[in-house]
């Protein structure tokens, strides 16, 4: 799959991305130093330094590269918690984007952001201009401890694809998730007992794991006793030694971490030592005095947000690194995300058929063995599809009706297939109605940016 990068930043999403098997063919952002550090950590020349709310400037550049997916996360500052949440120039990029993505027309998009931008007018505004467009959406906030990296960092993801049902792919971003949330001590704590070795295949990757989270992909002779001579490096050592690690808070929340915990959301300021107020008036939560935790280098916050122990950060400011590190999209998490989108392009996941369908049955007057029946039927029905989904229930039919494995069917067996999508599309459209009904949001009124474009 053909991937541009827009925002990318120094490159985390990139790395993921190519992790997962995609193939990264360019990248823009609007920072020179981020641009740098990207080229020379990724080993590229195609990112390069863009105004990417110059629509006019970027379109034709793109269409010419004819992606499969074009990825990216929209500056967040308009949106955080952090920030004053006042919709501005940043947020307009947020719109740019979903402009682009219509332009250009890719099979697929990624989009990152924090979850305050799920509820902002200018994704209202962004989401029409992409459903108009023609792309069904999945809309998912996830916790990145769950996917890779030891940081409660929640944020808000978009993939959208052509022609599908909205939510298309939530059942498979939600069974990527592991079961508990990884830990500061499954980073840094190499060398406890309870950490198993996987040689890796590449430095790129890392060779210890915790046993409370999934493990890699299993190779011949991959599994082996940790080595007696492997030592974490000191500073990792320390920081397990000590057991607890001071984050500054935003908005009041805790400072202090166990390393049997997630780290905080990694941001600009994460270095920094707890202030003399702090230290008088600590959060009543935290478990230890914050003079007491453990100081974090650069090193460990930049492997805190996923990248790897080989990447090398070059600016003229360390407040410039920090910035690139806490921009990042944490390679692991893009990583899975990129994952879960080339399985369902290849057919090898479909979407579960989530809600009360085989209650909606029952209630239409079917048995409770024939709505069983009827949801498996259109269970098969999605697997003969690929995972493919389609808004138009019509499409969905035909699709189905011009594989080869289906025209091989007897008639009864076709006939059956084709009443459980059928019903199945009637289940879903009312729940779309009635959620619209909930909802009840205002009409969009589009920003001028997007009528010029």
């Not at 000191?234 to 390393?259: H, K, M, Q």
Request: glycine content about 8%; charged content about 25%; some cysteine.
């Amino acid at each position: 799959m053909r991937v541009v990068e827009l925002f990318c930043g120094a490159g985390g999403m990139s790395l993921g991305l190519r992790e997962a098997g995609c193939d990264v063919v360019a990248a823009y952002d609007a920072w020179p130093v981020a641009v740098e550090n990207y080229n020379r950590n990724l080993g590229v020349d195609h990112s390069k330094v863009a105004d990417l709310g110059d629509l006019l400037g970027i379109v034709p550049d793109l269409l010419k590269l004819a992606p499969d997916m074009i990825a990216g996360g929209p500056p967040c500052q308009d949106y955080s918690s952090a920030g004053g949440r006042e919709e501005a120039e940043n947020a307009r990029l947020t719109l740019a984007f979903a402009l682009i993505v219509a332009s250009v027309r890719p099979r697929w998009f990624l989009m990152e952001n924090v979850t305050g931008a799920a509820k902002s007018a200018t994704w209202a505004q962004a989401r029409a201009v992409l459903k108009r467009a023609g792309y069904g959406l999945t809309e998912s906030k996830i916790d990145a401890s769950r996917y890779g990296v030891p940081q409660s960092r929640r944020r808000f993801f978009v993939i959208g694809r052509q022609g599908e049902r909205d939510g298309f792919l939530a059942s498979a971003i939600a069974a990527a998730a592991s079961a508990q949330p990884m830990t500061i001590r499954d980073l840094f704590g190499a060398t406890t007992p309870v950490a198993v070795y996987f040689p890796s295949t590449s430095e790129a990757r890392r060779s210890i794991w915790s046993p409370d989270e999934p493990a890699p992909t299993i190779r011949e002779r991959s599994i082996r006793p940790l080595p007696e001579s492997y030592k974490p490096h000191p500073d990792d050592a320390a920081l397990v030694e000590n057991g607890f690690v001071y984050s500054r808070p935003v908005r009041a929340g805790r400072g202090v971490r166990s390393v049997d915990e997630p780290f905080p959301t990694v941001t600009r300021t994460t270095w920094e030592r707890p202030t003399s107020r702090y230290l008088s008036s600590p959060h009543p939560a935290d478990p230890v005095a914050a003079s007491e935790t453990a100081v974090l280098t650069v090193p460990q916050i930049s492997r805190i947000q996923g990248f790897p122990m080989w990447w090398e950060w070059r600016a003229s400011a360390k407040r410039d690194v920090l910035q690139m590190i806490a921009n990042a999209v944490p390679a692991p998490v893009a990583c899975a995300i990129g994952s879960a989108i080339l399985d369902r392009e290849a057919g090898k996941t479909v979407p579960a058929i989530e809600g009360r369908f085989f209650h909606w049955l029952v209630r239409r007057g079917r048995s409770r063995q024939s709505a069983w029946n009827t949801k498996s039927l259109a269970g098969r029905a999605r697997h003969l599809l690929g995972g493919r989904t389609f808004e138009v229930p019509a499409l969905e039919l035909a699709a189905l009706e011009s594989l080869d494995e289906f025209r091989a069917m007897k008639k009864n067996a076709q006939s059956d297939l084709r009443q459980a999508l059928r019903l199945l599309s009637e289940y879903q459209s009312e729940g779309r109605q009635r959620r619209r009904k909930i909802q009840r949001t205002p009409p969009i009124e589009i920003h001028p940016l997007a009528e010029a474009a």
